[in-house]
Structures are given as C-alpha cells and as structure tokens.
C-alpha cells in the first residue's frame, strides 16, 4: 500500500507551523534540526531539517524550513483538504485553522450539498474542509 502525504517548506517557521497544526489535528510531533544532523552552517543550525506529525485520525504531515541558499515560494504550489463525513471532528479543525487565518470561502453548506470553506492560515498554507454525508 502507498501513502501520500503533504510535505511542506516554511521559511524559518517549520516549528511554529507544525506546532499550530498539532493544535488543531492533535498527534504525535517530530523535529529534527539542521544542526542535529551535522549541517556545519550555523545560520542553518536551529532550523527544522525534518518534522512529522501522525495524528489520531491518521493524517501525517510532513515540512521543514527552506535553508538560505535554496528557492522558497510560500504557499503558491500546496492545499491541503480534510474531507469526510464525520461532521463535528472537521468542522473542529476548520475552526482551530481559522485563527489568524483569511478566509477565501466561509465553511457552510454549498449548492452541491456538502458542508465546504476554504482559508489560507496564517502560515499562508491553504486548506480545504468538506463535509459530505456520503464520506
């Protein structure tokens, strides 16, 4: 079986990211630093090389920062969506990620019959929550 999973680089706030997005999916968090795995630039050493975070749902989300040298184009090519039909553990995450976040389509009920919002957090990720009676 393969598992595809969201891989995202952060510029500096990999930390931040991931510890927000453990708020609001809960889960096991992983770091590994820069300089744990014996990058010799010191401006590179506190940087988050790796990190995962498993949740209970069974999400796993991976990112890390962007070291200095390397393109970084902030939220332009990833969304990541949550989707099902448990109602009330979605509509749960969509309002923990609308703190700070701007939201491009308020989470209601659309002409298709799903529950549905779309937002760009304050890490300029952009995500989409839908809720569907039939999963």
């Not at 749902?57 to 099902?84: E, K, Q, R, V, W």
């Not at 979605?90 to 529950?115: C, F, I, N």
């Amino acid at each position: 079986m393969a598992i595809l999973n969201p891989y995202i680089s952060f510029k500096d706030t990999a930390r931040d990211a991931m510890e927000f997005y453990q708020s609001v999916l809960g889960g096991e968090l992983f770091f590994a630093k820069f300089g744990d795995m014996g990058d010799p630039d010191a401006a590179n050493a506190e940087g988050i090389m790796h990190s995962s975070l498993q949740t209970p749902s069974g999400f796993t989300l991976f990112a890390s920062d962007t070291p200095d040298g390397m393109d970084y184009n902030p939220g332009t090519n990833i969304a990541i969506s949550l989707s099902g039909s448990e109602s009330e553990e979605l509509k749960g995450y969509w309002d923990k990620l609308s703190d700070g976040a701007t939201v491009t389509v308020p989470y209601a009920k659309q002409m298709w019959g799903d529950e549905f919002g779309m937002l760009i957090d304050k890490f300029g990720i952009s995500w989409m929550v839908n809720v569907s009676p039939q999963g």
